[in-house]
């Protein structure tokens, strides 16, 4: 198993707009698309964010590396555009893959 890990620095003045929109529009999205088990949510503590900012992690659960590079090359790209022009310049992100052992 593996770990699709987004994490996410955003400015406070979104955060709760972020969360909503997260919760109700974009996971569910992503889970639609069949390539991932379940998801979590988490809210980092500490080291704490500089400046005026809070960061959030959100980890997919999938099965095979195969059905992430699908997810990649297929939906990804317009999830992403509508995340971008929802939140333009207010947020930094970066993604990694974590094998579960």
Do not use: C
Not at 41 to 63: C, F, G, H, W
């Amino acid at each position: 198993m593996y770990l699709y890990n987004v994490t996410v620095n955003l400015d406070r003045d979104i955060v709760e707009d972020w969360l909503e929109w997260m919760q109700n529009k974009h996971i569910p999205d992503v889970l639609a698309t069949g390539h991932f088990v379940s998801y979590k949510l988490m809210r980092l503590i500490e080291p704490e964010p500089e400046y005026n900012s809070v960061t959030y992690i959100v980890q997919y659960e999938l099965k095979s590396l195969e059905d992430l590079q699908i997810y990649r090359t297929t939906v990804m790209p317009q999830l992403q555009k509508e995340h971008n022009d929802r939140y333009g310049n207010k947020f930094v992100a970066f993604r990694s893959i974590i094998q579960i052992i």
